[in-house]
């Protein structure tokens, strides 16, 4: 069946600008979330989904990024007032439940670059 | 913060040759999961080992958990040139939730 998908691929935007990356998780998937992974700082957790519960957004660097998930499917990541160290790539992976020990499968992600 | 760390950075091998990385962590998890990355995109899951099993198999991967070193391995077997990419490691603490934590990553290289 169709993975994670992620649109777009590849975002230049230039600083200060506002971004939005969507991310549209395998279906039937409860669980979503959002990664980052840039140089020098590895891959790290930005904020995941489950279901209609509230979201945990511990992982967000500032208030310039929020995400939701509309119907409990589609997911878009905005950027506000970009800036150059926003510039990495972003992953989204669903899982099919928020559960210890369950898979997460990864889209290919969008590569923000911030000029 | 990355809780993981892997050793080492990078590696390079011949085919056909078995491939070892390592990664430790430093709290308690729930389970250990190992991924592929290709060219820097997405990642693809590769085993899942808990923290009650020892051990697991999965075709030419084995890997390895040692909950009192905080430590796993994850073994490539007879390593093939589709193998080059870069490993990581991610765990899911018991403090945490279900969100991931990964492991700086090894580049591994398989040389034809």
């Known amino acids: 069946g169709a993975g994670v998908s992620q649109s777009p691929s590849n975002k230049v935007t230039e600083k200060g600008k506002d971004v939005e990356l969507r991310c549209d998780p395998i279906s039937g998937h409860t669980a979503l979330y959002w990664y980052r992974q840039s140089l020098g700082q590895g891959l790290e957790f930005l904020i995941y989904?489950?279901?209609?519960?509230?979201?945990?957004k511990s992982g967000l660097p500032s208030d310039r990024f929020s995400a939701e998930r509309t119907g409990g499917s589609v997911s878009t990541l905005t950027i506000q007032r970009t800036q150059q160290e926003d510039s990495a790539v972003y992953l989204c992976?669903?899982?099919?439940?928020?559960?210890?020990?369950?898979?997460?499968?990864f889209g290919p992600g969008t590569r923000l670059t911030v000029t | 913060s990355q809780q993981g760390e892997e050793d080492p950075q990078a590696l390079s091998i011949q085919e056909g040759e078995n491939a070892t990385m390592n990664c430790s962590y430093k709290?308690?998890?729930?389970?250990l999961q190992w991924y592929r990355q290709n060219s820097g995109r997405g990642l693809v899951h590769l085993i899942l080992?808990?923290?009650?099993?020892r051990e697991k198999h999965s075709g030419r991967l084995r890997v390895t958990l040692d909950t009192s070193k905080k430590s796993s391995s994850l073994l490539i077997t007879a390593s093939r040139a589709a193998d080059t990419a870069s490993y990581f490691c991610a765990t899911d603490a018991e403090t945490s939730g279900s969100r991931l934590t990964f492991g700086e990553g090894t580049q591994l290289t398989v040389n034809p």
């Open positions: 989904f489950q279901g209609n519960s509230a979201p945990d």
């Open positions: 992976a669903s899982s099919l439940i928020s559960g210890r020990g369950y898979e997460q499968y």
């Open positions: 709290t308690s998890i729930n389970n």
């Open positions: 080992i808990r923290s009650n099993e």
